[in-house]
């Protein structure tokens, strides 16, 4: 069972994306501060495979943290930021930093979460074909005289 984990200040998104993950089969454990999410990455006994996060929480630079913490932890960290106040500048800062996509809360006339499930399983799957080439590789590693 994939592991994600999600950070966000708004306890009502942070329900109804953990309600929403949930009744797609994943394990979902939630933060409801940059601080926390922090903690919960680098204590985790397994790392999470996906990472949710608002991009603005007590400090304008809490996704950028969280970014950090996740990449610190592990290398095919998939790290998702939503915000609610989205603009070019902060977006391109995350891809910049490894983001896997950034995604705007409010969209007229798009379902968020639906979006989010879809973003979800594209970075389980580039997750999967990560860490598949790299066990390809240490396997090939291993097999040379």
């Given at each position: ?35 926390e ?35 610190g ?39 968020v ?17 990560s ?9 090939a ?5």
């Open positions: 069972m994939y592991r994600i984990l999600v950070v966000d200040d708004e306890e009502d998104v942070r329900r109804a994306v953990q309600k929403r993950l949930e009744r797609q089969g994943f394990e979902v454990e939630t933060a409801s501060s940059a601080e999410g922090i903690e919960m990455i680098q204590q985790a006994e397994q790392a999470f495979d996906v990472i949710v996060t608002d991009m603005s929480m007590e400090d304008p630079e809490a996704g950028v943290q969280i970014l950090q913490a996740a990449f932890r592990d290398v095919f960290a998939e790290v998702i930021v939503m915000t609610a106040y989205g603009n070019v500048k902060n977006a391109v800062e995350c891809m910049k930093r490894g983001a896997f996509d950034y995604i705007e809360k409010n969209i007229p006339g798009v379902d979460y639906e979006l989010l499930t879809i973003k979800i399983e594209q970075a389980l799957e580039r997750r999967r074909q860490v598949s080439t790299v066990q390809t590789w240490e396997r590693a291993k097999t040379r005289p």
